[in-house]
C-alpha cells in the first residue's frame, strides 16, 4: 500500500517569511496530491491540490510542486501570516475508479508563524 | 450549511458500551469516507461507500467496528464493546466523482473518548 513520508514535522517561521513543507510517497500509481490545513479541534480543510498531468499549481500565495520521477511533492507558502498557523496534511491516492480512492496521509506539518 | 456534518461532536463512553456517529455528506455526494484520526497523527482510512455499497475496509477496521449506508445519503459507524484504543477523532468526508477526478470534503469530526 501507499506509504507517505512528510517533513518537517514543526515549522516555525517569521511573519513575512517563506514557509516549505514536503513529502514523499511510495506508490507510482498515485495521481493525486491534496494538502488539507486543519486548526486545532476544526475539521481539515483543502486548500491545494494538484493532479499527475501537471508539475506545478499556484493559488496566491499557496504553491504546489510535484515531481513524480521522484515521488515528493511540495507546498510552499509565502508571505506567511499568523493566520496561517494550524497543521498541514499531505496526502496521495491513486486515480479514482471503482476500486476505491481512499487518501493516504502524512504525518502533518505543525506552521507556527510568529508575529 | 451545506457542508459535511457529524453528530454527536463529542462522545464519552466507558469500556465495553456500544457507540454510534451519524455523518450526512454533501448532497448528491455519492461517496462517502470514513476515516479515524489519533491525537498528532495523520487521517487514516477506514471505509467508504459507493452510494449505498460498502466497497472497502481498511485492516484497521476491526470486527467491533461496522458502518452502514442504508440509503446512500447519511451514514452511520458503529463501535461495540469499545476499547480505550478506540479514543480518537472520527472523520467522515464526502465526494461527487466527476469524470477523472474528485475532492473529497471533511466533516467537523466526532471525538470519542473511553474511559
Not at chain 1, 514535522?9 to 494538502?35: H, M, R
Not at chain 2, 451545506?2 to 465495553?16: A, E, F, L, M, W
Amino acid at each position: 500500500g501507499e506509504n507517505v513520508e512528510q517533513h518537517p514535522s514543526t515549522l516555525s517561521v517569521q511573519e513575512g517569511d517563506s514557509a516549505v513543507i514536503k513529502c514523499t510517497y511510495s506508490d507510482s500509481a498515485s495521481n493525486y496530491f491534496p494538502w488539507y490545513k486543519q486548526e486545532l479541534g476544526k475539521r481539515p480543510q483543502l486548500i491545494i491540490d494538484i493532479r499527475s498531468n501537471v508539475g506545478e499549481k499556484k493559488d496566491q500565495r499557496i504553491a504546489v510542486t510535484l515531481n513524480k520521477t521522484a515521488k515528493h511533492f511540495s507546498l510552499h507558502i509565502t508571505e506567511t501570516q499568523p493566520e496561517d498557523s494550524a497543521v498541514y496534511f499531505c496526502a496521495a491516492s491513486p486515480k479514482p475508479n471503482n476500486a476505491g480512492n481512499m487518501l493516504t496521509f502524512g504525518g502533518g506539518t505543525r506552521l507556527m508563524v510568529k508575529p | 450549511d451545506t457542508g459535511v456534518s457529524q453528530d454527536p461532536r463529542h462522545k464519552i463512553t466507558k469500556r465495553g458500551q456500544n457507540v454510534t456517529f451519524r455523518c450526512d455528506p454533501i448532497s448528491e455526494h455519492n461517496r462517502l469516507y470514513w476515516y479515524r484520526q489519533t491525537l498528532g497523527q495523520g487521517p487514516e482510512f477506514l471505509t467508504y461507500f459507493q452510494n449505498e455499497a460498502q466497497l472497502e475496509k481498511s485492516r484497521l477496521l476491526s470486527d467491533r467496528f461496522s458502518a452502514e449506508r442504508p440509503k446512500g445519503s447519511f451514514s452511520t459507524l458503529e463501535i461495540q464493546r469499545t476499547e480505550q484504543g478506540d479514543s480518537a477523532m472520527y472523520l467522515c468526508a464526502s465526494s461527487l466523482v466527476r469524470g477523472a477526478w474528485e475532492t473529497q470534503y471533511f466533516g467537523p469530526g466526532t471525538r470519542l473518548l473511553v474511559l
